[in-house]
């Protein structure tokens, strides 16, 4: 306890890193406070909103914003459906991969174009979400007038949530974006377990401490996914430069375990509605169909488990491929004078790294999609949807992820300024598997 209150008596004693915390508290106050806002024109206590599946994973990451109807009810989520088009348009056409390789103002560039592409992606999904979620019945002025105003205020809620994002990364303690996506999710936990603890009543007071336990088991186990890496050994050849000799260090390359991180999920859980939709075009004609369509309208059924756990592994590879490329990591190295022991630089650097990828890969992957259907399996045992949710899945996934680079930039900061780190021995990691250095 001691050490706890000296960590954060010289974590407020960096005016710097005590200022950036504050005006991330105060960025993320001004979100959660335009969460509780209702759209003009919706009654709320006739809003009776409970989205499932891809929406109701949409709803967690906004903090209930999605079913309150509120101005941020579309969030930050526009701006990642854009900046993951932008990322893949850099890997598929050659104009956006040159942008890509001019340096900051290439990437100032990308960032307008997502920018731009982020409000015409709102606007669309403003329409359809007025449109489609927000009932007749809910409202109190004109279909039509709500519908143009709500478009307007949430296409502004969105750019909004955006510059918030960009002021958390920029005047904050960083990853902005990130941030207001976990402090959506997490501002569902106390009530999750509230609701959990209510469910069981005294007499199942012991069931839920052992709930408790499991779920922070269940946390490490997703911290272990997150920080594992198989580390490559690189030397550097010796060069003499002047009458200096550098280079031949020894360095590693860190492959992570899960490369892809929580987009295999998303893609996965974006395809989980085909099976039902398909299915209920011939429910009424086929007996098939019907059985197809029930057992993917719930995603506790072991019909949807397997076929999103499958989806998930498949989407891992395909992710970890796109995003890993062996051949430029070999050119690299070869252009610095690296190499790994025993292996000849170049096509044979680039074949050996890209086998040790897919024999990592797969256990990341299949650990990926048993995180995934832990909520699943958490439910049919029992527990509330609310709290099922968090043991596992791209939720659990995000909290571990933001919070492992949040604490990585606090003890960065602690070192700079000569304090101990946040642990007594060994250093935090974040999401990129790498120590943080004095």
């Given at each position: 306890?001691?050490?706890?209150?000296?960590?954060?008596?010289?974590?407020?004693?960096?005016?710097?890193?005590?200022?950036?915390?504050?005006?991330?508290?105060?960025?993320?106050?001004?979100?959660?406070?335009?969460?509780?806002?209702?759209?003009?024109?919706?009654?709320?206590?006739?809003?009776?909103?409970?989205?499932?599946?891809?929406?109701?994973?949409?709803?967690?990451?906004?903090?209930?914003?999605?079913?309150?109807?509120?101005?941020?009810?579309?969030?930050?989520?526009?701006?990642?459906?854009?900046?993951?088009?932008?990322?893949?348009?850099?890997?598929a056409l050659p104009y956006f991969q040159k942008m890509q390789k001019e340096g900051e103002s290439g990437r100032k560039r990308l960032n307008q174009i997502t920018r731009v592409l982020t409000i015409f992606v709102t606007a669309v999904q403003a329409v359809t979400y007025?449109?489609?979620?927000?009932?007749?019945?809910?409202?109190?002025?004109?279909?039509?007038?709500?519908?143009?105003?709500?478009?307007?205020?949430?296409?502004?809620?969105?750019?909004?949530?955006?510059?918030?994002?960009?002021?958390?990364?920029?005047?904050?303690?960083?990853?902005?974006?990130?941030?207001?996506?976990?402090?959506?999710?997490?501002?569902?936990?106390?009530?999750?377990?509230?609701?959990?603890?209510?469910?069981?009543?005294?007499?199942?007071?012991?069931?839920?401490?052992?709930?408790?336990?499991?779920?922070?088991?269940?946390?490490?186990?997703?911290?272990?996914?997150?920080?594992?890496?198989?580390?490559?050994?690189?030397?550097?050849?010796?060069?003499?430069?002047?009458?200096?000799?550098?280079?031949?260090?020894?360095?590693?390359?860190?492959?992570?375990?899960?490369?892809?991180?929580?987009?295999?999920?998303?893609?996965?859980?974006?395809?989980?509605?085909?099976?039902?939709?398909?299915?209920?075009?011939?429910?009424?004609?086929?007996?098939?169909?019907?059985?197809?369509?029930?057992?993917?309208?719930?995603?506790?059924?072991?019909?949807?488990?397997?076929?999103?756990?499958?989806?998930?592994?498949?989407?891992?590879?395909?992710?970890?491929?796109?995003?890993?490329?062996?051949?430029?990591?070999?050119?690299?190295?070869?252009?610095?004078?690296?190499?790994?022991?025993?292996?000849?630089?170049?096509?044979?650097?680039?074949?050996?790294?890209?086998?040790?990828?897919?024999?990592?890969?797969?256990?990341?992957?299949?650990?990926?999609?048993?995180?995934?259907?832990?909520?699943?399996?958490?439910?049919?045992?029992?527990?509330?949807?609310?709290?099922?949710?968090?043991?596992?899945?791209?939720?659990?996934?995000?909290?571990?992820?933001?919070?492992?680079?949040?604490?990585?930039?606090?003890?960065?900061?602690l070192l700079m300024r000569r304090y101990e780190g946040l642990m007594k021995s060994g250093r935090v990691q974040g999401r990129a598997g790498e120590t943080v250095a004095a």
């Amino acid at each position: 306890m001691n050490r706890f209150i000296t960590t954060l008596k010289n974590i407020f004693a960096i005016e710097e890193l005590r200022t950036r915390i504050l005006n991330t508290l105060l960025f993320i106050t001004a979100f959660r406070l335009g969460t509780q806002i209702v759209l003009p024109g919706v009654d709320p206590d006739r809003l009776n909103l409970r989205p499932q599946g891809l929406l109701g994973l949409l709803d967690t990451f906004l903090g209930g914003a999605f079913s309150k109807a509120s101005i941020f009810a579309l969030g930050i989520m526009p701006y990642i459906s854009a900046s993951i088009a932008i990322q893949l348009l850099t890997l598929a056409l050659p104009y956006f991969q040159k942008m890509q390789k001019e340096g900051e103002s290439g990437r100032k560039r990308l960032n307008q174009i997502t920018r731009v592409l982020t409000i015409f992606v709102t606007a669309v999904q403003a329409v359809t979400y007025v449109q489609t979620t927000v009932p007749t019945e809910a409202l109190l002025i004109d279909r039509g007038l709500f519908t143009i105003s709500s478009v307007f205020i949430l296409t502004s809620g969105t750019i909004f949530c955006m510059w918030l994002g960009e002021r958390i990364t920029d005047k904050g303690i960083g990853n902005g974006i990130s941030m207001i996506i976990m402090i959506g999710i997490v501002s569902r936990l106390p009530g999750a377990i509230y609701g959990e603890a209510l469910s069981r009543g005294s007499a199942g007071a012991l069931i839920f401490v052992f709930e408790l336990v499991a779920l922070f088991f269940v946390i490490m186990g997703a911290v272990v996914l997150t920080q594992a890496v198989r580390r490559i050994p690189i030397q550097y050849a010796k060069q003499v430069i002047g009458n200096k000799v550098v280079g031949g260090q020894r360095q590693y390359l860190p492959l992570k375990l899960n490369a892809a991180g929580v987009m295999p999920i998303i893609f996965a859980q974006a395809l989980m509605f085909i099976p039902t939709y398909l299915a209920g075009l011939f429910a009424e004609k086929s007996d098939f169909a019907a059985g197809v369509q029930n057992a993917f309208q719930s995603y506790t059924t072991w019909q949807y488990n397997l076929l999103f756990a499958l989806l998930i592994i498949v989407f891992t590879f395909f992710y970890t491929a796109i995003s890993v490329n062996p051949t430029q990591i070999a050119d690299d190295m070869k252009r610095s004078g690296g190499f790994i022991p025993g292996v000849k630089p170049g096509i044979q650097t680039s074949e050996y790294i890209g086998t040790v990828l897919d024999r990592i890969t797969l256990p990341g992957a299949v650990m990926l999609a048993i995180v995934a259907i832990l909520p699943a399996i958490a439910n049919l045992l029992g527990m509330t949807s609310g709290f099922a949710q968090f043991f596992g899945g791209t939720s659990l996934l995000i909290m571990v992820g933001v919070v492992l680079d949040t604490l990585q930039q606090v003890e960065s900061y602690l070192l700079m300024r000569r304090y101990e780190g946040l642990m007594k021995s060994g250093r935090v990691q974040g999401r990129a598997g790498e120590t943080v250095a004095a």
